[in-house]
């Protein structure tokens, strides 16, 4: 039997990235679509760039021809392409539709008339809606707050409908919050480290005692190839660590890596509609055999290395249409 052949939809992403990375160094033949929008970057898999295992296509998953055409002697399709962050949904709702909801079901239809063996949906714990305390599995049911979280429930949904209508081989993974290098600096930690590195202002929504559970990306890659390799048909798994933090703790933690002070904090309004706390129990994927093994402590003081040690990864980010979101959401803080 030759190497598994893999679509990886979104493979230029920060998850998608890494788990391309991972796959290429199992010897799979990957297929990456990415659209290339403003969080898609082809430097997040420049050192697999010429791999004769890594094919790269510029796409949109909502394309319906471009999806078909890539269809041919794939063995599964990993489908991280995705609009992911809350306060953008917030400002613009309705493109994450078309992307999270529409580009999902196309992507699956295409999967299904090529008689693909498995798709694996990636999916966020998001879809929960706020976890006040302890953890959920996976049979809670779906509150999301955030048109983001909305339009990512509603591609579950539309996996889970293709599972039972047509009989698709679907898994579904719900990842809790994740870091590690290459992630896009508009969310919390990479924001946070690299504003700090260049002495800039940390925007702490409300009272910034909200709390979010924390994976490593090599372990959220890890629990995403569990599922590929051993999930159960149909089945949804939640990833996460055992590592809660409030975004205080790790404002605090960020300031102590990078060497500055508390005054660069900033509080501002909060989210609208933004959830306390997630909590998930990951018992169902630790049962097939997955468990994380970074620990949260070192692995952010190595992202921290990695964002001070690569300023030409970030520096031509935080500029053009960075900037113009930035100032939207921030104001000139
Ligand atoms: P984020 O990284 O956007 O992830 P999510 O909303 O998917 O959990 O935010 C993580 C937490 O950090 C969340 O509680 C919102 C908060 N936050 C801030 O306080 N300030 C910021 O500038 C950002 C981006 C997030």
């Not at 714990?125 to 909305?150: F, I, Q, T």
């Not at 949904?157 to 870091?179: C, E, K, M, P, S």
């Not at 998930?280 to 952010?300: C, I, M, N, Q, T």
């Amino acid at each position: 039997m030759g190497a598994i052949k893999l679509l990886v939809s979104g493979g230029c992403g920060f998850i998608g990235s890494q788990f391309v990375r991972t796959a290429v160094a199992r010897d799979a033949q990957v297929v990456n679509l990415d659209k290339l929008t403003y969080s898609g970057n082809p430097e997040n898999v420049a050192d697999i760039a010429d791999n004769p295992n890594h094919t790269f296509v510029q796409g949109d998953i909502s394309d319906p021809e471009i999806v078909d055409g890539l269809m041919d002697g794939v063995d599964a399709v990993i489908n991280f392409a995705a609009e992911s962050h809350v306060d953008r949904s917030i400002l613009d709702p309705t493109g994450f539709i078309t992307t999270d909801v529409l580009g999902t079901a196309v992507l699956m239809q295409a999967a299904h008339k090529h008689g693909v063996s498995r798709f694996v949906q990636v999916s966020t714990d998001e879809v929960y809606g706020p976890v006040p305390e302890g953890e959920v599995d996976e049979n809670a049911a779906l509150r999301p707050s955030s048109p983001y979280s909305a339009s990512k429930a509603g591609g579950d949904l539309q996996a889970l409908a293709f599972a039972t209508t047509f009989g698709l081989d679907v898994v579904i993974t719900r990842g809790a919050n994740t870091y590690g290098p290459r992630q896009y600096p508009e969310k919390l930690i990479p924001l946070f480290v690299t504003n700090a590195l260049d002495r800039l202002g940390l925007p702490i929504y409300g009272d910034g005692q909200q709390v979010r559970n924390w994976i490593h990306v090599d372990d959220h890659c890890a629990g995403i190839w569990t599922a590929l390799e051993k999930g159960e048909s149909g089945r949804v798994y939640n990833i996460a660590g055992d590592q809660y933090a409030t975004n205080m703790e790790i404002t605090r933690l960020i300031l102590e890596h990078t060497e500055r002070g508390e005054d660069l904090i900033r509080h501002v309004s909060d989210r609208p509609g933004h959830d306390r706390r997630y909590g998930l129990d990951a018992s169902r994927l630790k049962a097939l055999g997955w468990d994380p093994e970074v620990e949260f402590a070192h692995g952010l003081e190595e992202t921290v290395t990695w964002y001070r040690e690569n300023r030409s990864w970030w520096e031509p980010i935080k500029s053009g249409e960075y900037r113009r979101y930035y100032e939207r959401q921030y104001g000139t803080t």
